[in-house]
């Protein structure tokens, strides 16, 4: 039997690419025998809760999946990444399992992973001078909330732990204060909220748009690795 791999999401949207998601609330789904996933919520705590519950589901290893911010310059969205190192707020720096990132790296299009540490986020990293602050301190080409307190979980139990993230802000863009204003507690855009937030502040139109684009290619990135995760292993019936 082959080892079960645990996914943890921190949103829904990014749940969402797998085939056969379906919302199983504060739980685990069990997408095959050895394929689990969970949606974490945004933040550390949430994702180290997370990280508990997909363990205590038989996972034998653990993978952050979904969407990051881009550091490094001129890094498009839709850039997938697949790091070694994680960059902890304390400066720890923790490492991925070798064989599961070149595992994860088979399911995507290997030419188009970026490598290069990704580093954990205190908090959104809304405008580019931010984005600058964090590069400056961790050297790493993206960022992400999630991925180290989920890496500090399967260090303690001892199993694998791997990423695979899209950008999906480049270094260089602002998140829009519409964007920012609808933005709800689990991470997700309130869609009532944003078109009350957008007739308040019509000229953001354009950067919504393009953040929107920003979205879809990260969205495009990600969607063949998680139906890659999907499929049957090879020999099963």
């Known amino acids: 039997?082959?080892?079960?791999?645990?996914?943890?999401?921190?949103?829904?949207?990014?749940?969402?690419?797998?085939?056969?998601?379906?919302?199983?609330?504060?739980?685990?789904?069990?997408?095959?025998?050895?394929?689990?996933?969970?949606v974490t919520g945004v933040?550390?705590?949430?994702?180290?809760a997370g990280a508990m519950r997909l363990l205590a589901d038989g996972a034998q290893a653990l993978v952050s999946f979904g969407f990051a911010a881009g550091l490094a310059p001129r890094l498009p969205a839709g850039t997938l990444v697949a790091p070694r190192l994680v960059v902890a707020q304390d400066g720890a720096i923790l490492r991925s399992d070798d064989r599961l990132r070149a595992a994860l790296c088979g399911h995507a299009i290997p030419e188009a992973v970026a490598d290069g540490p990704i580093a954990e986020a205190p908090g959104p990293l809304w405008d580019a001078e931010a984005k600058r602050a964090l590069r400056a301190r961790s050297d790493a080409i993206a960022a992400d909330m999630e991925s180290a307190a989920l890496a500090r979980a399967a260090a303690a139990r001892g199993v694998?732990?791997?990423?695979?993230?899209?950008v999906v802000d480049p270094a260089e863009r602002a998140i829009p204060a519409c964007a920012q204003s609808a933005l709800g507690s689990e991470g997700n855009i309130h869609a009532g909220a944003l078109f009350l937030a957008l007739a308040r502040r019509p000229w953001e139109l354009a950067a919504l748009i393009r953040l929107a684009r920003d979205y879809a290619a990260a969205c495009r990135a990600l969607r063949p690795a998680a139906a890659a995760l999907c499929a049957p292993a090879r020999g099963s019936p």
Request: cysteine-free.
């Open 1 to 38: 039997m082959r080892p079960v791999l645990g996914v943890a999401a921190a949103l829904s949207a990014e749940a969402r690419l797998f085939p056969g998601w379906r919302d199983p609330g504060p739980g685990v789904l069990r997408l095959r025998d050895d394929l689990a996933l969970t």
């Open 160 to 166: 694998p732990f791997a990423v695979l993230r899209a």
């Open 43 to 48: 933040g550390r705590e949430r994702s180290l």
